[in-house]
């Protein structure tokens, strides 16, 4: 296969793989299982996450990428193998030219270990580009215009918040909140309110099917089963949705503290622009309910969920890809 460019979203929820002329190919988790006797990559992805909860203890299946970044190097590196691998071919007669999402906050170290990683996977030549650069791409935004452009883009790990202008992050905030510690507030919330213990796949069911930013007027039910701590036994029970908004009620506040904070760092004469234009929601977290609404009420600045937001940031590594040379001067980093 005559694959010479990739986009990568390398997201700690899910890795989101981008080929010119044919769109999103590959939409996986971003998981691994590893068999621990053999040291060897046992599953991948869809697979591997499927193994999320249920492994003995001779296998382990994680996330390689924690908070946007890479926390297990090996294991990242063969998980982007994986991907670019399965776009590409194994007989490959080009090696392709990669473009990989990264945290607006990443550090140099961080970053060369994202680029190493991504070269000996198998790239000619592998570029970063920061994450709110790409949702704002993605979503359909004019970076380059001289006008202050705001997306706040919550994925698994993290929140990235960034003003935009001129091509450029004015001001950004990176809150360590996102779509994972959503789910882990609605088991501990579970657990604490109902003494019941739900594993991660549950949770995350939960908050997608009735999970809401703000107070629903009719109140959604869900039937959710899990371990009665007390008994030690299987137990079902019912779960509503304002129950959801309520354990949501910190990390949310999180990342309004982070949106909150971008405001207050932004110019004047952007600020101007950014309450006529109003924030652009991206990223998996926008699509909890009313969470537009909520963060519209808590900044009086409006708020509006991108088209696809789960696709913005790979959408952007895609329209980077076409435009490799005039974006390569201001924008990629290769180093």
């Known amino acids: 296969m005559f694959v010479k460019k990739i986009g990568i979203d390398l997201?700690?929820?899910?890795?989101?793989?981008?080929?010119?002329?044919?769109?999103?190919?590959?939409?996986?988790?971003?998981?691994?299982?590893?068999?621990?006797?053999?040291?060897?990559?046992?599953?991948?992805?869809?697979?591997?996450?499927?193994?999320?909860?249920?492994?003995?203890?001779?296998?382990?299946?994680?996330?390689?990428?924690?908070n946007g970044v890479i926390a297990d190097y090996r294991v990242t590196e063969a998980?982007?193998?994986?991907?670019?691998?399965?776009?590409?071919?194994?007989?490959?007669?080009?090696?392709?030219?990669?473009?990989?999402?990264?945290?607006?906050?990443?550090?140099?170290?961080?970053?060369?270990?994202?680029?190493?990683a991504?070269?000996?996977a198998g790239a000619k030549a592998a570029y970063v580009?920061?994450?709110?650069?790409?949702?704002?791409?993605?979503?359909?935004?004019?970076?380059?215009?001289?006008?202050?452009?705001?997306?706040?883009?919550?994925?698994?790990?993290?929140?990235?918040?960034?003003?935009?202008?001129l091509g450029g992050i004015v001001a950004f905030s990176s809150v360590r909140v996102g779509g994972d510690k959503f789910d882990e507030a609605i088991a501990e919330y579970i657990r604490k309110k109902h003494g019941v213990s739900v594993g991660e796949k549950n949770a995350e069911d939960i908050k997608i099917k009735?999970?809401?930013?703000?107070?629903?007027?009719?109140?959604?039910?869900m039937e959710v089963r899990g371990r009665d701590?007390?008994?030690?036994?299987?137990?079902?029970?019912q779960i509503s949705s304002n129950e959801i908004t309520e354990a949501l009620k910190d990390e949310l506040s999180e990342i309004i503290k982070g949106v909150k904070s971008v405001l207050q760092e932004t110019p004047p004469e952007l600020s101007s622009d950014v309450i006529d234009r109003?924030?652009?929601?991206?990223?998996?977290g926008a699509l909890l309910r009313n969470l537009d609404r909520l963060l519209s009420e808590a900044t009086g600045?409006?708020?509006?969920?991108?088209?696809?937001?789960?696709?913005?940031?790979?959408?952007?590594?895609?329209?980077?890809?076409?435009?490799l040379d005039v974006y390569k001067r201001n924008l990629i980093s290769n180093k």
């Open 210 to 221: 009735i999970g809401s930013a703000t107070p629903l007027e009719e109140d959604q039910l």
């Open 278 to 284: 109003g924030m652009v929601l991206s990223g998996g």
């Open 11 to 66: 997201g700690t929820a899910n890795i989101l793989v981008f080929v010119p002329q044919k769109g999103v190919v590959v939409n996986e988790p971003s998981v691994v299982a590893v068999s621990i006797a053999e040291n060897r990559i046992l599953a991948v992805g869809n697979e591997a996450k499927k193994m999320l909860g249920k492994t003995p203890d001779s296998i382990v299946a994680s996330r390689p990428v924690k």
């Open 118 to 120: 991504a070269l000996q």
């Open 129 to 165: 580009v920061k994450e709110p650069i790409l949702a704002a791409i993605g979503a359909g935004i004019a970076i380059n215009t001289p006008c202050g452009n705001m997306i706040i883009d919550i994925g698994g790990g993290t929140s990235e918040v960034a003003v935009i202008s």
């Open 79 to 116: 998980m982007i193998r994986y991907f670019v691998e399965k776009v590409s071919g194994k007989m490959r007669i080009f090696k392709p030219d990669i473009i990989i999402s990264v945290p607006a906050g990443i550090t140099s170290t961080e970053r060369r270990a994202v680029i190493d």
């Open 301 to 323: 600045v409006p708020c509006y969920v991108a088209d696809d937001p789960l696709l913005c940031v790979v959408r952007g590594t895609g329209i980077i890809l076409d435009n």
């Open 229 to 237: 701590l007390v008994s030690g036994l299987p137990k079902t029970i």
